[in-house]
């Protein structure tokens, strides 16, 4: 049985579709991606999925349950980190935790060994007395998220957990992640970041205007968009015609980019040479030549002509 | 048990005593109410009213009516912080946890309470003594029993608009327009007998008046028929507000 299995999925805002009737399955244990660019529908669909609001139509089973049937029996499988800082503002760091804690009613030895732990990893330790609202931006997020590592739901929900956190943080909030999915925890991750989604999950469903567009895992969307390698060439001359140009050519799979050229190939070492001559042929000045693997904005651009972040 | 009741109580006391001056504040205002009102009009013109037929101190009559003041206020206050828990996320993580819709409301209602007890005794035991010289109450249980179905009944009052509106700033303009009428329109610092019929019609739509006359009763005058049957109507109220409350968190625009 999947952990998570959506039908149907929609949610409705008046006029605005924001989830629209989205299908799949995350497997149990796996690392589920939910990429996609602002306004796509992350939040709306974690929290459809977390019982904080309710479905305008289909359903969802989480956990074996079904979340408009039973909620209550949703609640006791998740844990969620929000894509917003939810703190008590005017209480210390160490109170927010063991708030948390008692709301799952985590017995006070371990509650109090856990709290412990979890500062020390995150780096708060010397925080543990202060008030949340006299934090910086990132401590907030740091006390955030070191809240859904107390205990060990069946399945977490992560909305864009490393917003704000600085390198250091995200790498021991990645770790922290891979843990728990070892230790057998089904993970559902919304993020715009493409590293994060590439480094950490087993599958990614690319979610745009509140529709799944793509989902699979990050090699297979990859080898997707043809080829393994991409040149970028940066060129003067008319964009337009020199794509038109190049994308006739045989050894050529696709042409994409605004100010300038990503052409993707199979082999960039026997066809590099080829190409910037056509370039230059056609008209191109060319000022610089870069050769790299795709990437998942890759993917998107393909799949949506878009950028997934400026 | 209602699941999440005690944590979430737990959570709210520890708040509150981190926050120890918008704990107390509230407390001591209707105190401050009650002297004034008793050092001016008291002091000023030293008047009686007539209430069931016998003439009564002012201030004595306006008691009643302060201690509601002050439990409504106090509903106030517990209704923003659930405006607070909203703004600041705390809400949106709490509706994923384990704990029940209602018991958030109760925890709400239980703070609403606890404040509104206190400050009852205050009034009684502070206020009244050190202006009138004399201890004064009829019937106990009568302040006991409205001051607990006001506090429920107005507490779930706030809740609705709490948790539906997010500009802090029609909030506070939309609170003050329907403290006005609930203030103005009952026995709060009038009797009703001669107040014109449509007033009238008015002031018993409002639970405000049923507490206040409640409250009077226990203080200066004692439970009759109609009391009782105020007594009544008040629980109606208290529990229709409070079903509208839950169906209200259950919409809850995050
Ligand atoms: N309560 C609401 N009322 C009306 N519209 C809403 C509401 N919540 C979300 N929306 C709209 O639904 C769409 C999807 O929003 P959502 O927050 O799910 O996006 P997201 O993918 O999480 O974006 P981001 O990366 O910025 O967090 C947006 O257009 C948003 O404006
Ligand atoms: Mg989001």
Redesign the pocket.
Known sequence: MPAIECINLTKR?SD?I?VDHVNFEVEEGEIFGLL?P???????TVRMLTTVISPTEGTAIVGGFDIRKRPDKVREKIGVVL?KVALDWWSPVYDNLDTYGRIYNIPKKERKRKIEWLLKEFGLEEKRNETIELLSGGLQRRVQVAKAFIRHPAILFLD?PTLGLDPQSRRKTWDFILDSSKAGQTIVL?T?YMDEAEYLCDRIGIIDHGKIIALDTPESLKSGIGGDDIIEMNVDGNLDSLKFEISKLDYVNGVSGTSNLSVQVNNADETLIELSQYVVKMGGRIRNVSVRKPTLEDVFIKLTGRVIRE | MIKGLSSLYYRELRLMSRNLWATFIPLITSLLYLFLFGLGIGGMMGEEISFNGENVDYILFLAPGVIAMGIISIAQNAGWTLWNDRDRGMLEELLSCPVSRSAYIMVKILSTLTFSFVQVFLVLVIGLPILKGQFFVTNIYLILLSTLLGGVCFCSLFIPFMSRIRSSNLLVAIVTLIFLPIMLCSSMFYPLESAPYLFKIVAYLNPMTYTVDILRAGLIGSLNQEILLEILVLFIFTIALFAASVISLRKV??
């Open positions: 805002f605005l924001a996609g602002n306004g796509a529908g992350k939040t709306t894509q864009e919304s715009n | 625009r995050i």
